[in-house]
């Protein structure tokens, strides 16, 4: 691989950029990098190599989960052939990491939680006991919807909150939520089919039972070597402080990834990581620009973000004060602006709209939008 610091790229529109990360590396040749590792200068074939090259694409806006993956495939997908593939059951929903909803290859689930699973798990006790749910209600959950979902059944979930309400659970307030996310965890449940919805794209998924829609299952021989060799290969260069905040492992098991992997990783600059094989020379840069979903990966899944753009554009972005990351607009690697738009009944059809865009590349960001009109109405 050629160093970061031998590459300068000496194209005159690039030149308004900083030009330093960490005061080391090129920061446009890092961009590149990632751009590529990301799949968005390299599309995947499908939404579901997509997914399995990412690892886990987040995705608590279920609309910019699947956007993330159609952005990163060759051709023109819709959100229709997307969501084909959630019910095929290629594609699962699942609280995977940090307590957070990720789309992930559902052949990959069992794994990933088997690193990650316990640590959320533990996260969640306080939000427990303060909701008061306890190991009995938990298994009283369990018992309560094994049978409601056997024999390929799915629920909506008000239908998922109904079943436990009959058996005598509180599914009020936030309980109903996390019930859900800790039967995921126990691999109980998954969030499958997208549910119809009239006059606009589907928000949700029916529940359904993970050992019974889960039909193939990886067994990697090192799972947490395996879910750093992953991350790297969907968003590196990366630093292990990166890889410990996307996977919210602590820093004692991020070093021992790091360690597993051994030689299937290589530290491409101090502190940086890439995984082996990588092709060596400059990455191509994109031109045009991207219309990414909201906590997009290539923004969101990184403790460190001063490479996606300026400190003013990542304000804007966010996290905001209550968790919140909008869609952005991203010009070879750097974000530009954010854009939004709504999948309400009666609005969805209405054109996406860029908040923060350069006017004098207005035709760019309205090939992007226009982009993902096209998959959210193909």
Known sequence: MVPFRALREPCAHLERRATRHDGGM???LLRAHRLRAHQLSAPARDAVAAAEHLGATQAQEFWGGRWALAVRTAGAPTLREVDAAFERGDLVRAWTQR????????????WI?????????RQYAASHRSLGITPDTLRGAER?????????????????????????LDTSGMRGYHLLAALCLRGVTVLGPVVPRDGAPGRDQYVVAADEWITEAATPADP????????????????????????????????????AAGDRVVEVEEG???ESGTADGPPPVPTGIFALPPFEEYYISYADRSVAGAPELRAAVGPS????VKPILLDRGEVVGT????????RHHLDPVATMADGARQSEVDAALARFAAFLRG
């Open 99 to 110: 307590g957070t909803l990720h789309i992930v290859a559902s052949r990959d689930l069992a």
């Open 113 to 121: 939680l088997s690193v990650t699973g316990d640590r959320q798990q």
């Open 26 to 28: 090129d920061l446009d």
């Open 321 to 324: 004060a209550n968790g919140q």
């Open 339 to 346: 854009w939004s738009h709504s999948l309400a009944v009666g």
């Open 272 to 274: 940086l990581f890439e």
């Open 224 to 259: 947490l070597a395996e879910l750093f060799v992953r991350y790297l290969r969907g968003h590196g260069p990366a630093s292990l402080a990166d890889f410990r905040w996307w996977t919210g492992l602590t820093l004692g098991l991020a070093r021992a990834a790091r360690d």
């Open 144 to 168: 309560a919807i094994r049978p409601a979902l056997a024999g390929g059944n799915r629920l909506t979930r008000a239908e998922f909150a109904d079943v436990l309400a009959a058996a005598g």
